[in-house]
């Protein structure tokens, strides 16, 4: 009976939840420093240091992105497996190149997104074999030109499903755009290990977030956005 009790993870916390998932939600969504969400608390009349932030984030923001996952990934496996777009950017730690892989959906959905300090076969592989695991297999990829997808995909049996294209892959591409904009507000990563934990919870927290908005009336569109904060405001509860 013990183990069957759902144990809340805000147990040791003096604070509310409620001020927790704001922090983490306003550090992960928005393009701000620590420091900025510091201020912005402070407005609101919540007095903690930007440290404190950093732990909240770094405590909470896998298992709210956790939770968001296991909901999105069971609503959607049977519709997101039409069409999946794979890029990857490059990513300079302490003046080393790494490489960020991302998958999307045909919609938009950030599926996966992985770091590697390589682009060949192998990476291209570990990262295809990741999304697969989760997700299924995909009817068509779209890629870029780079060798080491179809070098990975022939691995698996699927190179008949690639597609490259100049323009096919502007989904892809397009959806590192909120990423960028949070990179440039935390001056870069300093560590490979931060940089991969950090990318799975922005993606998480960015697919809840994103409404689409052009494509919805403003009446719609603000029912779906109270929705998704609603939802948010019950991650993890007891």
């Known amino acids: 009976r013990r183990g069957m009790t759902k144990r809340s993870p805000f147990r040791y916390f003096k604070t509310s939840p409620e001020i927790i998932r704001l922090a983490v939600m306003m550090y992960v969504l928005f393009p701000l420093s620590l420091r900025n969400v510091e201020d912005l608390l402070h407005e609101r009349g919540i007095d903690i240091s930007h440290e404190t932030v950093r732990f909240w984030w770094n405590r909470f923001g896998p298992l709210f992105a956790a939770e968001i996952r296991k909901k999105r990934v069971s609503q959607m496996r049977a519709y997101s497996n039409w069409q999946w777009h794979l890029d990857e950017v490059f990513v300079k730690i302490n003046g080393e190149m790494h490489y960020l892989w991302r998958a ?135």
């Open 104 to 238: 999307v959906d045909h919609e938009g959905e950030v599926l996966e997104s992985f770091v590697t300090k390589r682009r060949d076969r192998n990476a291209a592989l570990k990262f295809l074999r990741k999304t697969m695991k989760r997700h299924g297999r995909p009817h068509i990829f779209v890629t870029d030109m780079l060798r080491s997808y179809g070098a990975a995909l022939k691995v698996i049996g699927n190179v008949d499903k690639q597609k490259t294209d100049r323009w096919l892959n502007n989904r892809a591409e397009n959806s590192h755009q909120p990423f960028r904009r949070r990179e440039r507000a935390m001056l870069r990563f300093r560590r490979m290990r931060t940089l991969q934990k950090f990318v799975p919870v922005h993606g998480s927290v960015h697919n809840h977030f994103n409404q689409e908005r052009h494509l919805y009336s403003r009446s719609n569109f603000k029912l779906n956005r109270a929705a998704a904060l609603a939802e948010w405001r019950g991650l993890c509860a007891a």
